[in-house]
């Protein structure tokens, strides 16, 4: 899960063709898939992550990014799943895609760059499984550090937070290169989210470096051959970038969204602060032996799509 880029700044109009931007304009698209029409979910950066993991869609507080990491005290629980309601931290009633392959004998992680490293105030001890106390500020929503809970979005439901097993789930992504040095070792689901100088998040990195798109494709060229050339992936893997919403770049590209998702009980305005119906056009990527190099897409698709696609690989039940 990579950060704030709209697909005229990745992919169309706005590219740049400085050769630095192209492994992700162009060398990894050439690889796999290209998805021209996949669109963020919603504004700001959090609810995008919840609904990816979940289903669940955004809601007035975590559609500010979660600031205090406030509980979630849902005023019921519809027929689809969706818990009505404000806040951040999900009660155990109220479950992600990290709860489903465990029910099926299947394994999952998370893994998190820079979570173990952050020495900040104010998160629980590490390693693995960081977060705040219950409805305390979150010391990482400043721009002070390189990790930030709420690009980890596992951390917000306590079905897993609350479990034994979360150290052990929700770790940081050193950890990555050696659950795929073996294809016994290496989960069938995984997810990985970067820190936010790989990301892109931000535009100077906390160190001083430039963050933008030349981290992303940094930090791309390193992670995704690690992925590509292990023994799991090559025997049945399928590789998924995607961005979390689309930067202001004009309001048809920012707000658009697709597949007439609703608006949801929880949010008056699924584009936050720009008027519209979701987080804008990103575009994806999707990468797996399984499809044919240069393959371009114009097919709608957003954050429920690859949820439904995960859950629907496994054979799992459909949230939210």
């Excluded at 609904?51 to 559609?63: D, E, R």
Aim: net charge negative; glycine share 10%; hydrophobic share 30%.
């Amino acid at each position: 899960m990579i950060e704030n880029k709209s697909y005229k700044e990745v992919f169309g109009s706005h590219a740049s063709s400085d050769s630095a931007d192209n492994y992700l304009q162009k060398t990894l698209p050439a690889q796999g898939a290209l998805l021209q029409n996949y669109f963020g979910t919603s504004h700001y950066s959090h609810s995008n992550y919840v609904t990816l993991v979940s289903g669940q869609p955004p809601n007035a507080y975590n559609q500010t990014d979660c600031p205090y990491f406030r509980n979630f005290n849902p005023t019921e629980v519809d027929s689809e799943g969706v818990a009505h309601g404000i806040g951040c931290v999900f009660p155990r009633t109220v479950k992600s895609v990290g709860d489903q392959p465990s029910a099926s004998g299947k394994s999952w992680k998370a893994c998190a760059e820079s979570m173990d490293s952050y020495n900040g105030p104010g998160l629980s001890p590490g390693p693995g499984c960081r977060y705040p106390p219950t409805n305390a500020y979150d010391p990482t929503y400043s721009d002070d550090w390189n990790f930030v809970t709420r690009h980890v979005p596992f951390l917000y439901f306590k079905a897993t937070t609350e479990s034994a097993k979360c150290k052990s789930l929700v770790v940081d992504d050193s950890k990555l290169a050696g659950d795929l040095a073996n294809e016994k070792t290496t989960p069938n689901l995984s997810f990985i989210f970067p820190n936010t100088c790989s990301d892109g998040h931000d535009a100077t990195c906390v160190d001083g470096s430039v963050g933008g798109l030349t981290a992303i494709n940094k930090y791309h060229e390193t992670a995704v051959p690690k992925i590509t050339e292990s023994a799991a992936f090559k025997q049945d893997g399928l590789l998924l970038i995607l961005f979390d919403e689309a930067e202001f770049d004009g309001p048809d590209e920012t707000a658009a969204a697709c597949c007439s998702t609703p608006l949801g009980p929880n949010s008056v305005s699924l584009g936050g602060p720009v008027p519209g119906p979701g987080g804008g056009r990103t575009g994806a990527v999707a990468i797996s032996p399984f499809i044919k190099p240069g393959t371009v897409s114009t097919t709608d698709y957003n954050h429920y799509s690859s949820l439904r696609t995960i859950e629907d690989t496994f054979g799992l039940q459909h949230l939210g």
